[in-house]
């Protein structure tokens, strides 16, 4: 069984940075990935970013936030972040942290709201 939280979330002007933290506990060693969702008020849950959990780190985005967002991780500290710089109000959802098996599993944190407004 895996854990996962998330904090840094919260309401930030157009313009501004945010950094989610998501701290990963329990059986961690079926792990392949991790990565960071989201779900605005009447859309579908989308994938944001991801980072594989091998020594290449590969990374991944969706096209809106490329240039703008970066994953990264602490093996350290079984953390993996979300650096959100030159926020928009389109990026306002619920920002939850997924953390992948091989066995194909997934778990979920309980998610982050993230609120960009002026």
């Known amino acids: 069984q895996v854990r996962l939280v998330e904090s840094g979330g919260g309401l930030v002007q157009p313009g501004g940075s945010l950094r989610l933290s998501c701290v990963a506990s329990?059986?961690?060693?079926?792990?392949?990935?991790m990565g960071w969702y989201r779900q605005a008020p009447g859309n579908q849950r989308e994938s944001v970013a991801g980072i594989t959990i091998t020594s290449s780190l590969r990374t991944s985005y969706t096209d809106s936030v490329k240039g703008r967002f970066t994953i990264s991780r602490d093996h350290a500290k079984n953390t993996v972040y979300l650096q959100m710089n030159s926020l928009k109000p389109e990026d306002t959802a619920v920002y939850y942290c997924?953390?992948?098996?091989?066995?194909?599993?997934?778990?979920w944190g309980q998610g982050t709201q993230v609120t960009v407004s002026s």
């Open positions: 329990g059986f961690l060693s079926r792990l392949n990935a």
């Open positions: 997924n953390a992948h098996e091989i066995n194909g599993a997934d778990y």
